[in-house]
Each structure stands twice: as C-alpha cells, then as structure tokens.
C-alpha cells in the first residue's frame, strides 16, 4: 500500500516560512493527484492545496498568494512552500493522495491514502 511521510515542520515567527514535504514510498503511476490538508486544533479538516500530475493547482482562499504547492515526480515528492506564515495557519498538517481522482481537490474525504502529519506552530 502506498505510505506517505511528510516532513519539514516547525515553528516560527508570524510573517515566516517553511517548506513541508511529502515523500511517497513507491511510485504509483495510478496516483494523479496529491494534496495538502490541515487540521487546527477544535477545527475541522481542511483543504489547503492541491496538484495533479499535469501541474494543475487548486488553493484554499485562505493561502492563495502565499503558499505554493509543487511535486517532483523523480523523487515522489511532494512540496508546499508557506510564506507569509501567520498564526491562524499553526494546525497539523497532512498529505493526501488518491488513486481515482484526476483533477486538483480540496475535500477530504475523497482521498485514499493520509500521512501521519508534521507540526506548523506560527506565533505572532
């Protein structure tokens, strides 16, 4: 079954940035899309950034103009560059990927395979 590991959390100062990753653990030429989720503590669940394997992106209001989301799809990777960091954007944040969908998406439930999630604290 396909794992996903993501990596590249951390703390840091409103106006910041981090680079998360995620890194798949075989190649899967079934997987066209990948995705970003988050989930703050009391909130529920959401979507942040999506991309297919033809690059198309989808981002949450939210984050538009601020975080970009990329893959490499040598290394299985996917990434999520966060500028501008603020504290509303501290949550756990999760990778996604799903073996039937074909375009960018933002909802949860329909993605199959979840990373465990890495830690992004934004203090002001």
């Known amino acids: 079954a396909q794992q996903l590991v993501e990596s590249g959390g951390g703390s840091v100062q409103s106006g910041g940035s981090l680079i998360l990753a995620c890194t798949a653990s075989?190649?899967?030429?079934?997987?066209?899309?990948m995705a970003w989720f988050r989930q703050a503590p009391g909130k529920q669940r959401e979507g942040v950034a999506s991309?297919?394997?033809?690059?198309?992106?989808n981002y949450a209001d939210s984050v538009k103009g601020r975080f970009t989301i990329s893959q490499d799809n040598a290394k299985y990777t996917m990434y999520l560059q966060m500028n501008n960091l603020k504290p509303e954007d501290t949550a756990m944040y999760y990778c996604?990927?799903?073996?039937?969908?074909?375009?960018?998406?933002?909802?949860?439930?329909?993605?199959?395979?979840w990373g465990q999630g890495t830690q992004v604290t934004v203090s002001s």
């Open positions: 996604a990927a799903d073996p039937v969908l074909w375009s960018p998406a933002l909802r949860g439930d329909l993605y199959h395979y």
């Open positions: 075989e190649y899967t030429s079934s997987v066209h899309v």
């Open positions: 991309v297919d394997s033809g690059g198309v992106t």
